[in-house]
Nanobody, 118 residues
Framework: DVQLVESGGGSVQTGGSLRLSCVASGNTYRRCMGWIRQAPGKEREGVGAIDSDGQIVYADSVKGRFTLSKDNTKVTLELDKLRPEDSGMYYC????????????????WGQGTQVTVS
């Protein structure tokens, strides 16, 4: 089984930056990892995903502001120019066969880390 441990997150003002990190342990044969977020009262939405070949997909709402990177079993999401609508619980996810934004493409989920932008 794969376990995901997230770190980062917090509260920032509009225009600020945060960094989220996620480390995978266990059977990581599927090389694709990503981030999914969920705002209160809304469905989960894909933020971005990356595989070990460097293929990346981003949601249109975060393009140019968020940056994904991957180093072996660690994936990092840099959040810049944050907006209040970026607030929510951010989940690290793994198990996709290719970078995707659909939450059901991921089979393993972390506990989530809160991002609040005011």
């Amino acid at each position: 089984d794969v376990q995901l441990v997230e770190s980062g997150g917090g509260s920032v003002q509009t225009g600020g930056s945060l960094r989220l990190s996620c480390v995978a342990s266990g059977n990581t044969y599927r090389r694709c990892m990503g981030w999914i977020r969920q705002a209160p009262g809304k469905e989960r939405e894909g933020v971005g995903a990356i595989d070990s070949d460097g293929q990346i997909v981003y949601a249109d709402s975060v393009k140019g502001r968020f940056t994904l990177s991957k180093d072996n079993t660690k994936v990092t999401l840099e959040l810049d120019k944050l907006r209040p609508e970026d607030s929510g619980m951010y989940y690290c996810a793994a198990g996709c066969w290719a970078p995707a934004l659909t939450p059901r493409a991921f089979t393993v989920w972390g506990q989530g880390t809160q991002v609040t932008v005011s």
